[in-house]
């Protein structure tokens, strides 16, 4: 099923935006990384409302989207091949590959080795560091998680019920309604501080499933400077 796009005038200007609908009170409106603004939406909510909320808020939306014009155009794919840089924990490292009797990511020396029984192969070399990222990222979010559910006055009112590690093409992070948090496994790149704004930003919607103003104040509270977080994080991961 193809997703529901409508159109809301603001000026000369037109904002184009997918709608998602789920079971919820609210409607929520999110500018994402790739200038694509998406509006998840209660089931029963017309399209009339959808578009005059967006209307409303056309301001904000477009402040973001010339935001993340910065950021344009992104880092080319990476091939996995020796002397190549990969981002880790906000730093790049430059990838070296060599033959090895047996499979083996490690950092040494400020490089990024892999020693690899097929080194002529990208593919598995891709593999090999895919799969190390991960399990630095499975260790390292959970260690981040604990320190920023500290800057919460109630840390026990910010348990998420798990951590779930995926690919996400369009954001760094989200909350589901049943509390699960969902981190992008690419985050492992950005710096601690950068993946503590994600992380402090999506316990926040435990409280307040929206981005309105009681979502920013709380942000704000725990975190006063989330907005220098989140451009460092833009800039890391362009």
């Not at 155009?73 to 091939?79: G, L, M, Q, V």
């Not at 598995?124 to 190390?132: A, D, G, I, K, N």
């Not at 509270?221 to 991961?237: A, F, G, N």
Request: charged share 30%.
């Amino acid at each position: 099923m193809s997703a529901e796009v409508l159109e809301a005038s603001f000026g000369s200007e037109t904002i184009r935006f997918s709608v998602v609908r789920r079971i919820r009170k609210t409607l929520s409106i999110s500018v994402l990384p790739n200038q694509q603004v998406e509006v998840v939406a209660p089931e029963d909510a017309s399209s009339e409302r959808i578009i005059e909320k967006v209307r409303k808020r056309a301001p904000w939306i477009c402040k973001q989207l010339r935001y993340y014009d910065q950021f344009q155009p992104k880092t080319p794919e990476r091939r996995y091949i020796g002397g190549e840089t990969h981002l880790y924990l906000g730093r790049q490292y430059k990838l070296k590959v060599i033959p090895g009797i047996q499979n083996i990511v490690k950092m040494q020396r400020g490089q990024l080795v892999v020693w690899s029984t097929k080194p002529g192969r990208a593919t598995q070399t891709r593999e090999l560091v895919r799969h190390w990222m991960l399990q630095r990222a499975q260790i390292k979010f959970a260690e981040r998680l604990h320190i920023c559910r500290g800057r919460f006055p109630d840390p026990e009112k910010v348990v998420p019920n798990s951590i779930i590690i995926r690919e996400l093409s369009l954001r760094w992070g989200s909350m589901t309604g049943r509390h699960n948090l969902v981190l992008n496994r690419a985050l492992i790149g950005a710096s601690t501080e950068a993946i503590d704004y994600v992380i402090t930003h999506e316990l926040c919607h435990i409280k307040h499933p929206h981005h309105g103003r009681e979502f920013f104040d709380l942000l704000r509270c725990v975190m006063p400077d989330w907005e220098k977080r989140k451009l460092r994080l833009e800039r890391q991961m362009a």
